[in-house]
């Protein structure tokens, strides 16, 4: 029987017939033929072309079956990572979505009978997270993407270094409390009952006297001969008040200065700190035991995150994230440069190293603040500078 023509009714209705998905019992892998009855896939079936496909399969039936199992297992895994990505989800949600393609691979051609084996066996390969509740299956994808660990590392480094910097300041602050307390103890004063022997006689006087006038003849000494030596000791009272004085100008000034540094601190304070021309220390295992714990020197970046470091020792190029890199703290008295921070890009000269804070003293050496000592600097915030 010969096909309708286009436009008629009888070829819009087979045409939305074939539109959906069919039957999977009459669906043929090899030929990838879809029959929409049983009639039309017993036809296929005695076809020549389908024998043809029979006699190949059956000449190599292992090789086909891993190569369909393949594709099924590629085409799910990508479904439930892209969809889905990290998130609990259940077997048989994905499952529905795979197939709602209508030229997906089907199960029945792969080395899995059914959905239930399949998720057993993504659990044994270590590939997805799997259990099993009362309502089935649930797979969870398990990322291995390079990128998607190095970024993890990342920010577990961070989350470690943000709770360091809490628990100093914790420290820091208990310390104080401790201080303060030791201040505010007065000695326990002890109460005793008023007792008054009858003997004793209660005197009490109305006279009121000139205080003012006392005092004022009281600074005058009666030999003139020594009103000099007053005056003098009156310029020196005001010398120590006009001193006092300015003591009060320079903490309010410190002050100021303090909330500066506070505001450069928030603006310069990032997430990222490689800078050219520092030397820095490779911490990844991953490359080997040549680059483990090895120190180099940051010659170009390639990003925010990424460096190109040349290696001290062998002279090799290498591209890194900063999260394989760790600062390298020189002896007293070599340059550094400050990586972080409200002195972020500023070159400085080590002074002083507190092991017990993690910290460093630093003197600024180059522009407006030159000669500027910036004390209590993270470890992770400099860096040695190279010289050649």
Not at 44 to 65: G, K, P, T
Not at 202 to 221: D, Q
């Amino acid at each position: 029987m010969g096909k309708h023509e286009v436009g008629t009714p009888k070829y819009i209705a087979n045409k939305i017939k074939a539109k959906g998905l069919q039957k999977l019992r009459w669906y043929c892998q090899m030929c990838q033929k879809q029959c929409r009855d049983e009639n039309g896939f017993k036809c296929h079936m005695m076809s020549e072309s389908h024998q043809r496909q029979l006699l190949i399969f059956a000449d190599n039936a292992d090789q086909y079956i891993d190569e369909f199992s393949s594709e099924f297992e590629q085409g799910y895994l990508e479904l439930l990572r892209r969809q889905f990505g990290t998130k609990r989800v259940h077997a048989n949600k994905v499952y529905q979505d795979y197939i709602s393609d209508r030229h997906h691979l089907h199960m029945n051609s792969t080395q899995w009978e059914t959905l239930t084996e399949f998720v057993k066996w993504l659990g044994r390969q270590g590939k997805c997270v799997v259990d099993e509740t009362e309502k089935g299956w649930f797979v969870q994808y398990i990322d291995r993407d390079p990128e998607t660990i190095a970024l993890q590392e990342a920010l577990a480094k961070k989350e470690k270094m943000e709770k360091d910097d809490q628990e100093k300041m914790m420290e820091f602050i208990e310390k104080q409390i401790e201080w303060g307390k030791g201040f505010d103890r007065k000695p326990e004063s002890t109460y005793t009952e008023l007792q008054r022997n009858e003997d004793e006689k209660i005197a009490m006087s109305l006279k009121l006297g000139n205080k003012k006038i006392e005092a004022s003849t009281s600074v005058l000494p009666k030999n003139p001969l020594k009103v000099k030596e007053v005056s003098e000791k009156m310029v020196d009272d005001k010398k120590v008040k006009k001193s006092k004085g300015e003591k009060r100008k320079v903490s309010a000034l410190d002050d100021i200065i303090r909330d500066e540094e506070s505001k450069k601190e928030r603006a310069n304070r990032k997430d990222f700190w490689i800078a050219e021309g520092i030397v820095v220390k490779v911490m990844s295992k991953t490359l080997g035991d040549l680059y483990y714990k090895k120190k180099g020197v940051i010659k170009e970046l390639a990003g925010k995150y990424l460096a190109i470091v040349s290696m001290l020792d062998s002279g090799h190029k290498l591209k890194l994230d900063q999260a394989h890199l760790e600062t390298v703290i020189p002896a007293i008295g070599r340059s550094v440069r400050i990586v972080n921070g409200a002195y972020r890009g500023c070159n400085a000269m080590l002074r002083a190293v507190d092991e017990k804070n993690f910290a460093v003293s630093v003197e600024i050496s180059s522009g407006l603040l030159m000669g500027r000592v910036v004390d209590r600097v993270q470890y992770e915030d400099v860096s040695k500078l190279y010289v050649p």
